[in-house]
């Protein structure tokens, strides 16, 4: 049995769940836009600026997408295998059945 906390009443303290872990896979370097030793090389379609935030995503369908987006001229951009997706695509794949 494992011991529970409680208050100052004696009461036990509620108990959370325990989060689940992320699965094991490769570690990715993450970026950082203040400091410039650990700005990724990833610049923006449109404007080419190099000040982009760029997340790895699964979309509600398991589809595994990119998504870019640029703080200098707002752009945005999912990509799939390389591939560049349409926002209407995105959608759909993120839609729930």
Known sequence: MTPQS???TGTPAPTR???RGRAAGPSIPLGS???REHRSEI???ACGSSRVTRLSM???DGTPVEFTSCHRCEHR?????GDALSVASVLDKARKN
Do not use: A, P
């Not at 951009?77 to 295998?81: N, P, V």
């Open 6 to 8: 409680s208050d100052s």
């Open 17 to 19: 769940g325990r989060r």
């Open 33 to 35: 836009l203040t400091q």
């Open 43 to 45: 610049q923006c379609q």
């Open 58 to 60: 699964n979309l509600t």
């Open 77 to 81: 951009t999912w990509e799939h295998g």
